[in-house]
């Protein structure tokens, strides 16, 4: 039997004409055409919503208003997704030519409940980039959403928590690994990500990852990630290292 399945693909949008076309046509044009693809929009105020419009016939679900930040609008398009994966592409970010067909080959091959790959992180400032790849250990401590697959109904079992304003993505990837749960890593880079994004204050950033790692995990894995962390990026900035 062919093991062909529907990946639902959600994009998450405000005020993000800048870059929301690339993003969509990054998914629209895949030769992988088993996609559900998904816009949600926190009610922008420029074009982006003309740009939806623009590509509404390749869009399963689309809807333009007012939510309560990034990971409500994702719980949202959570909601309404119907794949047996999802997989989530912010609106400033894109895939890989052709990169869903060889997910998909894998999820043929092993019906892994989590997949993740590699993902370029690109500083536009400097026109620097480097490769990163995930790595499942220690709770997904280097998985990006944008270059990760989860099975719909693991995920939707544990949303992604809205009081976390900025870690909210890595908390749900820690609460889905808890479980016992199949992992893929793919050596093939799947996304491109554009750093300055939501998550880009780092302290902020860290002490709610630091609360969701003793939440979820205990106080001495949050302070060991939380030391680590911090020591890390002080020490590449201070050398001018990409991470």
């Known amino acids: 039997?062919?093991?062909n399945p529907?990946?639902?693909i959600i994009t998450v949008v405000y005020n993000g004409e800048k870059f929301l076309e690339q993003t969509i046509q990054s998914v629209i044009n895949q030769t992988y055409d088993n996609i559900e693809y998904i816009i949600i929009d926190g009610g922008s105020t420029d074009g982006t919503v003309d740009i939806i419009k623009k590509y509404e016939k390749h869009l399963?679900?689309?809807v333009s208003e007012k939510d309560e930040g990034i990971y409500d609008a994702m719980n949202k398009g959570l909601k309404v997704a119907t794949g047996k994966y999802v997989a989530f592409i912010n609106a400033?970010?894109?895939y890989e030519e052709n990169v869903l067909e060889v997910v998909a080959k894998y999820m043929q091959m092993s019906q892994a409940d989590f997949i993740a790959g590699k993902i370029k992180i690109i500083d536009e400032n400097t026109g620097t980039s480097v490769v990163r790849k995930s790595n499942f250990d220690e709770y997904g401590k280097n998985i990006h959403h944008q270059a990760s697959f989860i099975k719909t109904d693991l995920i939707r079992a544990k949303p992604f928590n809205t009081k976390y304003r900025?870690?909210?993505d890595r908390d749900m990837i820690i609460r889905v690994l808890k479980q016992e749960v199949s992992t893929l890593f793919i050596d093939v880079?799947?996304?491109n990500f554009r750093e300055?994004?939501?998550g880009s204050d780092l302290i902020k950033y860290q002490r709610e990852l630091f609360d969701s790692n003793r939440r979820n995990i205990?106080?001495?894995f949050a302070l060991k990630r939380f030391v680590l962390n911090i020591t890390g990026r002080f020490l590449f900035n201070t050398l001018g290292i990409k991470r």
Request: no cysteine.
């Open 1 to 3: 039997m062919i093991y």
């Open 6 to 8: 529907l990946i639902s």
């Open 60 to 62: 399963a679900y689309w």
């Open 92 to 94: 400033d970010d894109w």
């Open 166 to 168: 900025l870690a909210a």
């Open 189 to 191: 880079v799947i996304s």
């Open 196 to 198: 300055g994004g939501a």
């Open 218 to 220: 205990g106080l001495l």
